[in-house]
């Protein structure tokens, strides 16, 4: 798994940029502890990476829907990203820090799609941070809802 990773990792790396239009707008820099200055990820090297689909309720929105994306364990292992916090950053300036601990103990995905609909800038995307809630009793109290960022821009691994 690892070495898919790193492969899928270079490819992106070479593929991701700044360029305007469609899915090769770069959405999420992770910066920090990482085996390179920086890491820049379009929608497009997202979706390449192996997805997983969580189906959960949340704070936000009503009833259970599927989300889709990439396990947040796999997409910092794909930098080698080595600390014990993630500093979230949303377009909004929303920052609030992420035990690393709760990546490897849950499924925690970086979502970018909703019930197979991609999630859009003016409702929470395009990647939404999202923990499984339903499935984890200790996941449903109010410490663990203010991890769920929308309009993820940025993570910092210290």
Do not use: C
């Not at 410490?143 to 309009?151: G, N, S």
């Amino acid at each position: 798994m690892r070495n898919k990773l790193a492969l899928w990792l270079a490819t992106a790396l070479l593929t991701a940029g700044p360029v305007a239009g469609g899915d090769t707008e770069t959405i999420l820099r992770i910066t920090g502890s990482i085996d390179q200055p920086a890491a820049t990820f379009d929608l497009e090297s997202l979706r390449a990476m192996p997805q997983t689909t969580l189906v959960t309720s949340t704070v936000v929105t009503d009833g259970t829907h599927r989300f889709t994306g990439v396990l947040m364990r796999d997409l910092l292992d794909s930098v080698g990203a080595s600390g014990d916090i993630v500093v979230a950053t949303a377009l909004n300036d929303y920052i609030v820090d992420l035990p690393m601990s709760d990546f490897h103990d849950y499924d925690v995905i970086l979502a970018h799609a909703m019930d197979g609909a991609p999630l859009e800038r003016d409702d929470k995307g395009p990647l939404w941070i999202v923990y499984p809630r339903d499935d984890h009793a200790e996941l449903q109290d109010i410490r663990y809802d203010y991890r769920w960022v929308w309009h993820l821009s940025g993570l910092e691994v210290r």
